[in-house]
């Protein structure tokens, strides 16, 4: 079975640019997760994806966003993007989860670095 | 809100030492109990999970106990190796809210 994959793996990117990250969950896996890892801090929550909707946000600006395909594939779009943007963004899916508290599976994550 | 609240590290122990990370939560409900680890370059992959009260998750030779009476999930392995070096993640998981809390993470370093 193959896990969460992410792309692209490092992104270089200057300030005021945007970036796209892109992530596709285990198969049967509805819901998407986005999370941003800055050096040194723990993982911060961004994003849940479930059935195409956007079910819950975390504390980001409005310059962060996303969307969850038909496929459950899902995009994390960063705007206008900041020094303080670059860090590590790694993306999780599990099983549906009103079917109980699942565990989530994470991609080796996306590096995105801002000069 | 959830909070989880995990051992400040980095923790050095020689090989076959016996390891505790504490974790402790602040839920509402019954959330499920976790533990990630992640090694350098990679995401993170669970480890272990308890899904009640009094419920043992282990794996690997690590096991965590959900008690609820002290809100906490504390890891323990009784023999470390090289290999374990990596960073644990305690985490609960809101059906609610669709997420997982984590902790800030503890830095585990074995050395030979």
């Known amino acids: 079975e193959a896990g969460v994959t992410q792309s692209p793996t490092h992104l270089i990117k200057t300030r005021g640019q945007q970036a796209t990250l892109r992530c596709s969950p285990i198969?049967?896996?509805?819901?998407v997760y986005w999370y941003q890892q800055a050096l040194g801090l723990g993982l911060q929550f961004l994003l849940w994806?479930?059935?195409?909707?956007?079910?819950n946000r975390g504390n980001f600006p409005p310059r962060f966003s996303g969307r969850q395909f038909p496929n459950y594939s899902s995009e994390l779009n960063v705007n206008a993007l900041e020094l303080e943007d670059s860090a590590l963004y790694l993306c999780?899916?599990?099983?549906?989860?009103?079917?109980?508290?699942?565990?989530?599976?994470f991609g080796d994550g996306t590096r995105l670095s801002i000069l | 809100g959830n909070s989880v609240t995990q051992m400040e590290g980095p923790v050095t122990l020689s090989e076959e030492a016996f390891l505790t990370i504490n974790c402790t939560y602040t839920?509402?409900?019954?959330?499920?109990l976790f533990w990630y680890v992640q090694y350098p370059g990679e995401g993170l992959q669970l480890l272990l999970k308890?899904?009640?009260?009094?419920d043992k998750g282990s794996n690997k030779g690590f096991e965590a106990t959900y008690r609820k009476e002290t809100t906490s999930f504390h890891l323990e392995k009784g023999s470390v190796q090289v290999s374990d070096s990596a960073v644990y993640f305690c985490?609960?998981?809101?059906?609610?809210?669709?997420?997982?809390?984590f902790g800030d993470g503890t830095t585990l370093t074995v050395k030979p």
């Open positions: 999780a899916s599990s099983l549906e989860v009103f079917l109980g508290n699942q565990p989530q599976h």
């Open positions: 198969s049967g896996h509805t819901s």
């Open positions: 994806y479930d059935e195409g909707e956007e079910r």
């Open positions: 839920a509402t409900g019954y959330p499920s």
């Open positions: 308890a899904t009640k009260a009094d």
């Open positions: 985490a609960l998981s809101d059906r609610e809210a669709g997420k997982s809390t």
